[in-house]
């Protein structure tokens, strides 16, 4: 298992993130088509699954406003992405 990396996460990385986060909360991202929506760091596009793979290797907290933005209902569960 490889060690997180030193460095805190960028803080583009942080807000492409933020707003996949949102994205997802308010159901515009669909397993069956999770190629839309994308979201963009420094002019790039990104699908969500790409967004939260670049962020794997971090071991920041997530920023406060994720935390207070949304919540995960009770008894919902999350799968990894591989």
């Known amino acids: 298992m490889s060690e997180p990396p030193s460095d805190p996460i960028p803080s583009e990385l942080s807000q492409a993130f933020y707003e996949a986060a949102l994205l997802c909360h308010d159901g515009l991202w669909s397993p069956a088509h999770p190629e839309y929506p ?3 760091v420094k002019g790039k596009a990104y699908t969500i699954r790409e967004i939260c793979r670049l962020v794997t290797g971090f071991s920041d907290d997530l920023p406060n406003e994720v935390l207070v933005s949304w919540s995960v209902p009770s008894g ?7």
């Open 76 to 82: 919902a569960t999350c799968t990894p992405i591989s």
């Open 38 to 40: 994308t979201v963009r």
